[in-house]
């Protein structure tokens, strides 16, 4: 069974700029979550999908989003890049039965650097 | 709102020591509890869980009890191995479908031979 893919692994944006990062969940799988790892803030929650539809989100400015796909794939976009944007993006996919959600895996990350 | 507290690292050890990492939660209801590692480069892994209080969560050596009178799921393994060295990551998720997971800041562990 595949995992949680994450592409690119690897990112260098320049102040201002956007970039779209990708995930693919595991088959089966139809909720997305994101993540954001700093030195500073540590692992903090930026938004789920689940069928298409965001249900949480986390406190991002709006710079931050993101969309889900009709296969459950989901990207999530950063607009106007900040130097404090750097981080390492992680996606996690997970099961959901009724009101429960069933812990999913993370993906390997996308290492964003903005310079 | 609900938090983790662990340890400040790093943890420096040498290999066959015992290890114990403390984690604190705050959070209303019942939240289940989690330990990540990640290694250098690498995403999260789950270590291991608990879903209810006195629950013990156990893998790969490594194991760790919900509290729920201390509030508490302290991570502990006999004897660590040099393999062992990464960040620990302890966690909590009211389970609600579309909840996230509300981590501490992590522990860094170097174990040496």
């Known amino acids: 069974k595949a995992g949680v893919t994450q592409t690119p692994r690897y990112l260098i944006k320049t102040r201002g700029q956007q970039v779209t990062l990708s995930c693919s969940p595991i088959?089966?799988?139809?909720?997305v979550s994101w993540y954001q790892q700093t030195p500073g803030q540590g692992l903090q929650f930026l938004f789920e999908?689940?069928?298409?539809?965001?249900?949480n989100k986390g406190n991002f400015p709006g710079r931050f989003s993101g969309r889900q796909f009709s296969n459950s794939r989901s990207e999530m976009n950063v607009s106007t890049l900040e130097l404090g944007d750097s981080a390492l993006y992680l996606c996690?996919?997970?099961?959901?039965?009724?009101?429960?959600?069933?812990?999913?895996?993370f993906g390997s990350g996308t290492r964003l650097t903005v310079v | 709102g609900d938090s983790v507290t662990q340890m400040e690292g790093p943890v420096t050890l040498s290999e066959e020591a015992f290890l114990t990492i403390n984690c604190t939660y705050t959070?209303?209801?019942?939240?289940?509890l989690f330990w990540y590692v990640q290694y250098p480069g690498e995403g999260l892994q789950l270590l291991l869980k608990?879903?209810?209080?006195?629950d013990k969560g156990s893998n790969k050596g490594f194991e760790a009890t919900y509290r729920k009178e201390t509030t508490s799921f302290h991570l502990e393994k006999g004897s660590v191995q040099v393999s062992d060295s990464a960040v620990y990551f302890c966690?909590?998720?009211?389970?609600?479908?579309?909840?996230?997971?509300?981590f501490g800041k992590g522990t860094t562990l170097s174990v040496s031979s």
């Open positions: 088959s089966g799988h139809r909720s």
């Open positions: 966690a909590l998720s009211a389970g609600q479908a579309g909840t996230a997971l509300i």
């Open positions: 999908y689940f069928s298409e539809t965001q249900r």
């Open positions: 996690a996919s997970s099961q959901t039965f009724g009101d429960r959600q069933v812990l999913g895996t």
């Open positions: 608990a879903t209810k209080a006195d």
């Open positions: 959070a209303t209801g019942y939240p289940s």
